[in-house]
């Protein structure tokens, strides 16, 4: 059985770069203009502190990984998780909103179930396995975004559920 690797999708982060972008460009500009005024020049640590802030949660996203290999599964965000299938009791699709849910721009519930205050995606939906100690983790990946949502996603858990019942068989047998 052959590994399969989950990596997130393009236009995840997306918004949170062209704010990284932006604020980094403030920055400048009140660094430029603040040679003629002195105050200025500490103004633009705010949104220096700002872009720094947003390049670092972009790359964090990107970095996100899931794999499923033949002894487990290997989820990445900071840093590595490996769980052996043997250890997993159970796996499951958590949903937040359902997608009927989501608000198009613009209507009357979008204040109900739009990003909070508009700092970012919303996850929609991630897969949670239960270890042999019975606590419960979030994979990195598969994720369904509110921004980014992934049309694949209950296929991908569908895949998960799949490959963690044909692991856990074997072991029984």
């Avoid at 044909?166 to 047998?173: F, I, K, N, P, S």
Wanted: aromatic residues 6%; contains cysteine; proline residues 3%.
């Amino acid at each position: 059985m052959e590994d399969v690797e989950y990596r997130p999708q393009r236009s995840l982060g997306t918004r949170t770069l062209v704010k990284a972008c932006t604020g980094a460009a403030a920055a400048v500009l009140l660094l430029s203009v603040g040679n003629q005024t002195p105050a200025l020049a500490y103004l633009a640590a705010i949104p220096a502190v700002l872009a720094i802030a947003w390049f670092a949660s972009y790359a964090i996203q990107r970095r996100h990984l899931a794999r499923l290999a033949a002894t487990g599964i290997e989820s990445r965000r900071l840093r590595t998780r490996f769980i052996p299938w043997a250890q997993i009791r159970g796996v499951q699709v958590v949903e937040r909103v359902q997608v009927a849910q989501i608000a198009v721009r613009g209507s009357r519930a979008a204040g109900r179930y739009g990003s909070r205050s508009g700092a970012g995606a919303r996850k929609i939906a991630a897969v949670k396995v239960q270890q042999a100690n019975g606590r419960w983790r979030e994979l990195a990946l598969p994720v369904a975004w509110e921004n980014a949502p992934d049309s694949d996603f209950m296929s991908k858990a569908g895949v998960i559920k799949d490959r963690w019942r044909a692991a856990t068989a074997e072991t029984e047998r």
